[in-house]
């Protein structure tokens, strides 16, 4: 049986590559609660992009929120922009069913309707559930369906991933 191991700083530099061309000037980036909240706080700076990213909470909008509740310790959404309107860069660690997606983009539009909404991530594992896929995926990986993939942060603001199952 092999082992599969992920360079999660090597997958956030070919993301850094990826959305640099998906931003304009008058582009946000926002990143899913949690992992894709670090990322766009790391490419906030990385791109050299005035104030903060935007955070966006999916817990609201889950399907499945009357069988797991609110998570202890969930960030609540902050965006410092008008949503109206905007160009947005929309972040997440790992993407599989589409369903945690779809639920950051009914939190996104309970705050205005974007001009745009651009979806990048560090890791695409396919399986789709809905029709939803990225601009941009720094990697492509095939897990079993008991397996799952987690973004970790250090105290240093270094990227590695933990797989489960």
Known sequence: MSTLTLDAEALYAELLRGVR?????????????????WLAERLQADLQRAGKPGVISSAMHRDDYGQRGMVAGASATALAFDVKGAHIVLLDDVLYTGRTIRAALNELFDYGRPASVRLAVL??????????????????????AGQSLALARAADG???FEIKG
């Not at 594992?125 to 029709?131: D, F, H, I, S, T």
């Open 21 to 37: 061309p998906l931003c304009t000037q008058d582009t946000q980036l926002v990143g899913i609660a949690s992992g894709g909240a």
């Open 158 to 160: 270094r990227f590695s």
């Open 123 to 144: 890791v695409d594992r396919g399986a789709r559930e809905l029709p939803i896929q990225a601009d941009f995926a720094a990697a492509r990986v095939a897990l079993p």
